[in-house]
T-cell receptor, first 111, second 112 residues
Framework: DGGITQSPKYLFRKEGQNVTLSCEQNLNHDAMYWYRQDPGQGLRLIYY?????DFQKGDIAEGYSVSREKKESFPLTVTSAQKNPTAFYLC????WGGGYTFGSGTRLTVV | EDQVTQSPEALRLQEGESSSLNCSYT??????LFWYRQDPGKGPEFLFT???AGEEKEKERLKATLTKKESFLHITAPKPEDSATYLC?????????????FGTGTRLLVSP
């Protein structure tokens, strides 16, 4: 079945540590996205990529980094510069101009 | 700036009690309005896309409608399994990449 796989489902980060969230899709979609979801707030766009080897900052990119070396993969690194990283992270993909297909999410907690 | 406002924030219904969720939006030219369902701890699941005022789409007990300023998600005779958060999002109609802008959602609880 086609879809988006996010891993891990739960992730714990120590202060000052970088962590990487995985996102893989087999839908052959060109565009991929990372959103952050916090209680009481709408989904906020972190980064997006329309094609391989190209990506753009979203609304809240500070403290995050991404890469897009393969069409299927769009990993997100939460760096130590992100001061409030505890949140639910969602990866999505789409065809050009189409609706998004989301993964099942990664819950990141700072310990 | 594009904005999406959903109301109510939370809604509690008895099984079989029909109701509607509202999504008001302001956007510079609408390409599409999207409805998603999100269960706790999971990613949003696509329900509908609406493209122009007057359009309606149905799926089981759900019906989505669109006007120039708002969209409604009508739930007819809901069941407990319809309990979830329902998200609305809009996309601009400009050329090039246009992100989805999401509302904060309506949490629906249907009691037996």
């Amino acid at each position: 079945d086609g879809g988006i796989t996010q891993s891990p489902k739960y992730l714990f980060r120590k202060e000052g540590q970088n962590v990487t969230l995985s996102c893989e899709q087999n839908l052959n979609h060109d565009a991929m996205y990372w959103y952050r979801q916090d209680p009481g707030q709408g989904l906020r766009l972190i980064y997006y990529s329309q094609i391989v080897n190209d990506f753009q900052k979203g609304d809240i990119a500070e403290g995050y980094s991404v890469s897009r070396e393969k069409k299927e993969s769009f990993p997100l690194t939460v760096t130590s510069a992100q001061k409030n990283p505890t949140a639910f992270y969602l990866c999505a993909s789409s065809d050009w101009g189409g609706g998004y297909t989301f993964g099942s999410g990664t819950r990141l907690t700072v310990v | 700036e594009d904005q999406v406002t959903q109301s109510p924030e939370a809604l509690r219904l008895q099984e079989g009690e029909s109701s509607s969720l509202n999504c008001s939006y302001t956007v510079s030219g609408l390409r599409g309005l999207f409805w998603y369902r999100q269960d706790p701890g999971k990613g949003p699941e696509f329900l509908f896309t609406l493209y122009s005022a007057g359009e309606e789409k149905e799926k089981e007990r759900l019906k989505a409608t669109l006007t120039k300023k708002e969209s409604f998600l009508h739930i007819t005779a809901p069941k407990p399994e319809d309990s979830a958060t329902y998200l609305c999002a809009v996309q601009r109609g400009n050329t090039g990449f246009q992100k989805l802008v999401f509302g904060t959602g309506t949490r629906l609880l249907v009691s037996p």
